[in-house]
């Protein structure tokens, strides 16, 4: 597995993401980004796990905060 945090939160694995953005496009604070070396979190995430929810690859997985 290659799983990399990418923020305070949230961690995904490189290998299992197909960049389909499904994670950015439904996260209501809009703290995700698909850049060119993947996803990256910014600030605001309040740990919904609408991310990783959505995710039809389980490749995010946010930790943290309940």
Do not use: H, T
């Not at 698909?34 to 990783?52: A, D, S, T």
């Amino acid at each position: 597995m290659s799983e990399k945090k990418v923020g305070n939160s949230a961690r995904y694995d490189k290998d299992r993401c197909k960049r389909c953005s499904i994670c950015v496009d439904i996260c209501p604070k809009n703290c995700l980004a698909l850049k060119e070396e993947g996803i990256v979190q910014g600030e605001g995430c309040i740990f919904c796990k609408m991310c990783e929810l959505s995710c039809p690859d389980f490749a995010i997985r946010i930790e943290g905060k309940k």
